[in-house]
């Protein structure tokens, strides 16, 4: 493995480590933990945070268990966890734009376990197709921006904000072509390998991520992988990150990952703040545009579906099957995920849903499941040969 991709699989594999040794070496600076999925990290960027969207951890859940419901997600119940062991105290505030019940809940535990940590709040409008909405956007994105303001003690300079949403862009833009070229088979990086690009763009200081991606493809990426393998697109999985020993799992199956919608995936950097905008209009533009472009369950939008985004996505990738990954007990996927169902069944598109949890996962039985999927695919394409 080359020097950044090693460098950006450590920061992935251990984000607490990285932000420890951010506060040794920037003193007198704070770092801003972020919930996932809607926040406008530029903003905490240019009012001189460090913003690190909080990761699952790798630590059974011990001492958070009885705080939330088991029918929380996995993610929700280990931030639990992390916040009862204290894990988040390297944190000096949390902000949070979304208003999943399940995130809220956690959001309300860390609240209650680190009260002297303060939380901002702000809320998107989830119905994007209102007369209102444009305006409540906008309105919100005031509040937020009031918030972050009143976090940081300061207020915002707009220069600066422009300056952190081109290095946001700059930053996403060098992703997607990694994206891209993996989708166009180009060059081969596992889906491990994939996660740890934007897994570490969460967490890193965003002018050390891009310098790292700057030199990674200066120095070149191995060339595409087998095109004799199946191809598959990997679809959903909210708020964190896929177990990597899925994702190895995959592939050991004979499958290649061509493409994703994951949020430690496309969903993440598909987006840019437009910089032709006052930036506070560019953000609020975001919102909407990150919608159309990757549409969420989370929001309802009438000209914007996720069943029609991923169907695209499949024809432009040339994936020949698609693997569902959902969180158990992710209440607006698992609403999603029959439309879902209904458009692969009409594309005749083989599809397998795997669910996944905290802890536990059952890999042998996950393994029949994959290598039946990729069995299955292989068949179609010999039968689709021999007419
Ligand atoms: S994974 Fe799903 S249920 Fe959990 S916080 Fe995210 S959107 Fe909510």
Excluded at 177 to 193: P, Y
């Amino acid at each position: 493995m080359n020097a950044p991709l090693h460098r950006l699989a450590e920061v992935a594999a251990d984000p607490d480590a990285y932000v420890v040794a951010w506060k040794q070496s920037h003193p007198g600076r704070k770092v801003a933990g972020v919930l996932p999925m809607n926040f406008p990290e530029e903003l905490l960027h240019a009012a001189g945070f460090l913003p690190v969207v909080i990761q699952e951890n790798r630590d059974p859940d011990s001492d958070g268990r009885v705080i939330l419901a088991e029918f929380y997600c996995g993610y929700t119940r280990n931030l639990a966890d992390q916040a009862a062991k204290g894990k988040l105290d390297i944190y000096d505030t949390y902000f949070v734009a979304d208003h999943c019940v399940q995130l809220l809940g956690a959001a309300d535990v860390m609240r209650f376990k680190a009260p002297g940590t303060p939380i901002y709040f702000g809320q998107f409008i989830a119905s994007m197709s209102e007369e209102s909405t444009a305006r409540k956007v906008r309105n919100e994105m005031e509040h937020i921006v009031g918030e972050v303001e009143r976090g940081a003690g300061t207020p915002i300079d707009r220069e600066r904000l422009a300056e952190s949403i081109r290095l946001y862009n700059t930053d996403r833009r060098l992703l997607r072509m990694i994206f891209d070229a993996r989708r166009e088979g180009r060059i081969h990086l596992s889906g491990a390998q994939m996660q740890d690009l934007v897994k570490s763009s969460m967490v890193m200081d965003k002018a050390e991520h891009v310098a790292l991606l700057e030199q990674l493809l200066t120095e070149g990426i191995a060339a595409g992988g087998s095109q004799a393998r199946v191809k598959l697109h990997l679809s959903g999985h909210f708020c964190h990150a896929p177990k990597q020993e899925l994702l190895d799992l995959i592939e050991d199956c004979g499958a290649m990952i061509v493409d994703d919608d994951l949020y430690h995936g496309r969903r993440y950097i598909t987006t840019d703040v437009r910089e032709d905008l006052d930036p506070i209009e560019a953000l609020s533009t975001w919102y909407f545009d990150r919608n159309v472009n990757v549409p969420c369950p989370t929001r309802v939008q009438h000209d914007a579906d996720w069943d029609t985004y991923l169907s695209n996505a499949v024809s432009e990738s040339g994936a020949d099957g698609v693997i569902v990954l959902m969180a158990k007990f992710c209440e607006p996927h698992m609403l999603l995920y029959p439309e879902l169902r209904k458009m692969m069944d009409e594309r005749d598109t083989p599809y397998l849903l795997i669910e996944t949890e905290h802890e536990g996962l059952p890999m042998e039985t996950i393994r029949t499941r994959i290598e039946a999927l990729v069995e299955r695919i292989s068949r179609k394409a010999t039968v689709a040969a021999a007419l």
